[in-house]
């Protein structure tokens, strides 16, 4: 009978380890292909979901280029494009984050594009297209 009772509880331990993990995983968010470009050549961006809203972040290991006016840019899976904020803020700021707006239907590519001159800098993808809109 205790032999019995060591391998329930040693089994439950088991078990709430797996769902631990698998929670984790689930939160961790989806992480995109690494950035090629001109400009843009290291880094992704994972997507997660925070207080119900779908938010981008660079990964450390991002390099900002040094063209004068890069931005968020995302690429539907229809290929619509949305210009999204600077990249770089004022006094040296980095936008590593963004929230994503309730517009986008789904993201299936995040760019970072130089507004002044009109130029792709680098994109990275997501595995399949992350569904964004809420409710439209």
């Known amino acids: 009978m ?17 769902v631990a993990v698998g929670s984790t995983v689930a939160f961790a968010g989806e992480i995109s292909t690494p950035f090629q470009g001109k400009d843009v050549k290291h880094g992704t961006v994972t997507h997660e979901v925070k207080a119900g809203r779908h938010v981008l972040t660079l990964s450390p290991d991002f390099e900002v280029p040094g063209t004068p006016d890069p931005h968020w840019q995302v ?12 990249l770089k803020l004022h006094e040296d700021k980095i936008n590593t ?11 299936a590519k995040v760019q970072i594009w130089c507004a002044w001159a009109e130029l792709l800098l680098g994109e990275a993808s997501f595995r399949k297209p992350i569904v964004a809109s809420r409710g439209r």
């Open 75 to 86: 690429v539907d899976s229809r290929g619509q494009v949305y210009l999204l904020d600077r």
């Open 2 to 18: 205790k032999q019995r009772s060591v391998l329930l509880v040693v089994l439950s331990l088991v078990v709430l380890a797996f």
């Open 97 to 107: 984050s963004i929230t994503v707006p309730a517009y986008v239907r789904d993201i």
